[in-house]
Each structure stands twice: as C-alpha cells, then as structure tokens.
C-alpha cells in the first residue's frame, strides 16, 4: 500500500507531495479528500494534468497551456466517482506534453523518473500517473489513452493498466484531444486493488461471458524484438493454465502497417482540430517529438479523415469476427522494454513507430485492452497485453488481475523483481 497514512493525505492538501520521481504537478496544485467510507476508502490516488478538478486549470503538459485555462467551474464525473467512493486525491500528475508522446519526456517540467530503473524513460504520456504509481506514492492513478499513453507507461513500470471499451468510462471534464479513439484508463501496482478500482471505474458487464479461448496474435510477433518474443511464450502458457483452448491467428489481414497508417491519420486530424485554436491564438513553443507530429497533422485534410473513417469499419469488422465475448487477444503490450533516458530522438522514434503497431488495434476497435506485468528482459519490466470483445472489461479486469496473483502465489511477486526506490 502507499506511503501516505491518513494523516499525511491531509497534509498535501495546500502543496503537492515532494517525490523524488518528478512525478507531480507543483503549479496549481489540488488535493482532496474523499468520502468517509466506501469501497476505495482505503486509497489514494493522483489523476494526469488533463482532467478539471473545480477550482484549479489544467495543465496538459505545457506551461502555455496552463496560462491560457481559467479555474474549472466543475469536476470530471470520474474523478467525483472516485470520490464519493472514498479514495482520497494527492495531486495531479505530470503528463507528456500536449499528450502527444509515448515515451515520458517532457522539456519542460522534467521527465518522470522510472522506479523501476532510473536509468530509462517512464513511458507516456500518462507518465507521472504511473511514477507516482510504480514507485509507492499512491495507490492508483488516472490517466487518458489513446495511443498507449496508459498501456506503454504500465508495460515500461511494471504495473497493471486498463484501456476501457471506448465511452465505458465517462470523459466529461478531459482536455479534448481525440475525441473517437481517446478512453479514460487506470492503473494499480497490486492485483487486489486493481480489481477494486476496476469495479468502481467500470460496473458490471452488460455481457458477462467467461473468458475460455486465447488467441495469440502471430503478426504481431513479427514485429516485436526477438528478445520480447522470447519472454512471450512462456508467460502465455500460464495463462492458457486459466482458460479452455488457445491458438495463433494473425491479427490484420492487410498488414498492421495498414491499420497503424489508419489509426494515425484519425488521430492525427482530430488532434490538430483540438489543438490548432490555441496553436494559432498563443503560438506556443514546441519542443521537438510533438512539434513535429503537430505540423505533420496539420496537413491531413478532410478528405483523407473520411477515407481513413470508412477504412476503419473493415478493421472493426473483421477484429470483431475474431475477438468475441469470451475470447482474448494476447500480444505484447509493447515492443521492447523502455528506452535508455540517453537515447537520442531518432531512436526513441523507432520505438515508438513499432510499438505503434501493436498499440493502434484496440483504439481502432473500441475494444477493451489490459496490459499485465508477466514479463522482464535484462532486469526491465514488459507488460503482457490482453485484448478483449467490446464490453467485456470487467471480465479483462479480472482475468488480469488473477494472473498477477497467480504469478506472485507460484515464483514470488514479479513486480518486487524489479528496482524500486530505497
């Protein structure tokens, strides 16, 4: 559990908490305290710098940002849920700037720093979420995902995360950033509370099948380091120790080249639209990884969205024909561990675009997905991703949370393999 007793949560009310990890927000701070009792009444958690919170701004990643919001009126719904719930809220959390990055830099406020091994990158963009996370300074945390911005920093930390079925979890109050694919996800260090905040976050399922057959994505495989490949198998056969049947199918008839290239160009256009109002009022510094991406979508034209629209159908058509209710997709969440913090842009690059493939299927999907901790190479976390039928995630949740606790019962918890802060 985390450090903070009940007492110290109280303390942090009027400045952040000093961490160490480069993980919390220190301009604008808000903290509050949740509900007498309830089933989170336990808990504490911090949320990433993209969802208002009645009386302070949101930053976003970026100190211009920041300037150019007045104080929120109101609170996400989600963030109130987790409230009324009982778990008290410590801060807001650092966030990769714009929300346009995977690998946990920022420029302009530092990068969080990985509990797991300082010496690479966190992961992003909910990269402060899972700092704080990973390194004991909360129970859980919030963040948004859209192309693995929770996904990527949980494989890279060693936590259990969660991308939603899209719209499961309300996202009112969240700066606007690609409003079709965009989900609210959480994660938890610990399988228990991990499946208590799934709970709250998520109900129940509308379609409650067991989960009994696993497929593993084979093209996925292929694009992967052969290191990570190597790590993959084993930990698979634990998990087909919990289901029925298994077996190996390709994800993308076409080439996940072909998915990854539709997934962009929707996310790219529908993130200029979000974010050019203000690009053009304010004209920002932009640093460079965002800059760049920035410029490229605003190049995408209309035309293009649509096509990449009606593309989207087919891969939404066939992915459901393979990954219904009681079946899982299971793939790495990512595809290397995390980058050294001494890595330059072209190489983080790389990283980026073939993680890419394997993070656009479930966006593209509106499918639910879990990265798991199950796996390591040279000391390095790497999470295991489970991907299931649209509307089954509290089953996911679950099935995620049973292999973490499985794994721990058999060989000793994998996420105390890994460094953590003295």
């Known amino acids: 559990m985390t450090m903070f007793t009940k007492d110290q949560r109280l303390a942090v009310k009027n400045e952040p908490p000093y961490d160490g990890l480069q993980a919390f927000v220190r301009e604008d701070h808000i903290a509050l305290e949740g509900a007498s009792s309830g089933p ?128 499961r979890v309300p996202d009112d109050g969240e700066v606007s950033f690609c409003p079709s694919m965009d989900v609210v996800g959480f994660m938890a260090d610990h399988p228990d509370v991990f499946d208590r905040v799934a709970q709250v976050m998520l109900g129940n399922d509308e379609i409650d099948v067991a989960i009994t057959h696993v497929r593993v994505a084979s093209d996925c495989l292929d694009v992967v380091h052969p290191s990570v490949a190597d790590e993959f198998s084993p930990v698979v056969q634990r998990l087909n120790d919990l289901v029925a049947s298994s077996d190996s199918m390709q994800v993308a008839p076409n080439g996940l080249d072909e998915w990854v290239e539709i997934f962009r160009i929707i996310q790219g256009y529908e993130v200029w639209e979000s974010y050019a109002p203000w690009i053009r009022r304010t004209q920002p510094r932009l640093t460079p990884g965002p800059r760049e991406r920035l410029a490229w979508a605003s190049t995408i034209t209309a035309k293009q969205y649509r096509e990449a629209k009606a593309a989207r159908e087919s891969v939404v058509s066939s992915f459901n024909s393979v990954v219904q209710p009681g079946t899982v997709l299971v793939l790495p969440t990512a595809a290397s561990i995390a980058p050294l913090r001494s890595a330059d842009v072209e190489e983080i690059g790389a990283t980026r675009l073939k993680s890419s493939l394997l993070l656009c299927i479930s966006p593209l999907c509106g499918a639910p997905q879990v990265t798991v901790p199950l796996m390591t190479h040279v000391g390095a976390p790497l999470g295991l991703t489970l991907i299931g039928a649209p509307g089954t995630d509290r089953r996911l949740a679950r099935l995620a949370a049973d292999l973490v606790s499985l794994t721990s019962h058999e060989d000793g918890p994998v996420m105390d393999q890994m460094v953590r802060p003295g």
Not at 114 to 120: A, C, G, I, V, Y
């Open 40 to 167: 989170l009444d336990d808990l504490v958690f911090a949320i990433k710098d993209v969802w208002q919170v009645k009386g302070s701004r949101v930053g976003n990643g970026h100190p211009g940002y920041l300037r150019a919001q007045s104080p929120a009126e109101s609170t996400a719904s989600i963030v109130t849920r987790l409230l009324e719930s009982g778990a008290d809220l410590v801060g807001k959390t650092i966030c990769d700037e714009l929300c346009y990055s995977i690998s946990g830099e920022n420029w302009h406020y530092g990068s969080p720093i990985n509990p797991r091994d300082p010496f690479r990158y966190v992961g992003g963009s909910s990269s402060g979420s899972a700092a704080a996370t990973a390194g004991g300074l909360v129970d859980f945390a919030l963040g948004s995902d859209c192309l693995g911005s929770v996904r990527v920093p949980c494989s890279y930390t060693g936590l259990l995360g969660m991308r939603p079925t899209y719209k």
